[in-house]
Every structure is written in structure tokens, then in C-alpha cells.
């Protein structure tokens, strides 16, 4: 069974090379907001994600109350959420988060 999962980006999982490279698809999203988490930026060490993002630094969500970050809720399958586990590095946690829209979905934040 593969049912479907709602994903919240607010980094390089909006990028098309980096959807195609890790799900094998570009997906379709809607703008939202997370709440009470505010960016700072993350040294990436693994030379994959490097070589496919194109960033050494990543924005990573800490939380602080009061603030928000705007990003894209992804639909994709429990199979792809797992597939983005992997490329997410050792500083990402997967938590489920308050968005803006009520919605519930999952983001990666700092661990």
C-alpha cells in the first residue's frame, strides 16, 4: 500500500534537478507557511547532496515562536517520503509541523 504523504519544502527539495534525482518526477505543490520556526543555514559535508543541489549551505528551520517560513507542500507517496529521508542529511529531523493552510505535513528541521 502506498499512501499518499504531504512533504513541506522550504530548500532544495523545490529544486527540479534534485526532484527528478530523488523521487524520478517533478511535483506538484501549493504555497504555505510553517509555523514558529524561523531559517539559518547548514554546511552540507556529503558530496552527493552537494553535487546535486549546487550548495554547500542549506537553510535549515529552527524553531522561534512567532515566526514562519515560506516553502511548497508537496503530495507524494510513503515510499517517496521514505526516498527523501535519504537524501535529507544527519543535521535534518523528520517532524510533522503547524502550517498556516491548518494542513498537516511533513518537514524537515534541525535535529
Known sequence: MNTSELLFSYGTLQNTPVQLETFGRVLEGYA????DYQLR???IEDASVVELSGKTYHPIAVPSVGDCVDGVVFKITQTELFTSDQYEVDAYQRIKGKFQSGQDAWVYVKA
Open 41 to 43: 543555514r547548514v554546511k
Open 32 to 35: 504555505d507557511q510553517l509555523l
